[in-house]
């Protein structure tokens, strides 16, 4: 089911969702430079320290995805906040891969915080989970 929104903007911002999720489930996570900012930080449940950086970031969804084979990948109910330039976003995942010969379904939830620079939407930072036991 495709994720429709009340403004245009929040449509640009779920296309650069999209595409920045495509990047390291499906194509090159290389190409997280065309999504991330250069001084994006990310939360993530399996680094003590917070990764400060788009390096650092692409490195932590390169990692994972060079890890595992990624079967699927699916965002659920996502929710878009706009305030001016800075936006919100949240969503449910579910997420089908492989690492070190096991299957894994897991699910979680996401939150983006993005800035417009430039007429473009930049990832400035990221925490993610998988759901509460």
């Given amino acids: 089911m495709e994720a429709t929104f009340n403004t245009p903007?929040?449509?640009?911002?779920?296309?650069?969702v999209r595409a920045l999720n495509?990047?390291?489930?499906?194509?090159?996570?290389?190409?997280l430079t065309d999504y991330f900012?250069?001084?994006m930080l990310a939360i993530t449940p399996t680094d003590r320290l917070r990764r400060d950086g788009?390096?650092?970031c692409i490195a932590g969804w390169k990692g994972f995805a060079e890890a595992a084979r990624i079967h699927s990948w699916r965002e659920i109910d996502p929710l878009i906040?706009?305030?001016?330039d800075a936006a919100v976003v949240t969503y449910f995942y579910?997420?089908?891969?492989?690492?070190?010969?096991?299957?894994?379904?897991?699910g979680g939830r996401?939150?983006?915080?993005?800035?417009?620079?430039?007429?473009?939407?930049w990832a400035v930072a990221d925490q993610f989970s998988s759901y509460p036991t």
């Fill in 9 to 16: 903007e929040q449509q640009d911002i779920w296309t650069t």
């Fill in 22 to 31: 495509d990047a390291w489930t499906k194509c090159n996570p290389d190409t």
């Fill in 37 to 39: 900012h250069p001084q």
């Fill in 54 to 56: 788009a390096a650092e």
């Fill in 81 to 84: 906040r706009v305030y001016g």
């Fill in 94 to 106: 579910e997420i089908s891969f492989e690492m070190g010969g096991r299957r894994y379904e897991e």
């Fill in 110 to 121: 996401d939150m983006f915080f993005f800035v417009r620079e430039n007429g473009r939407w």
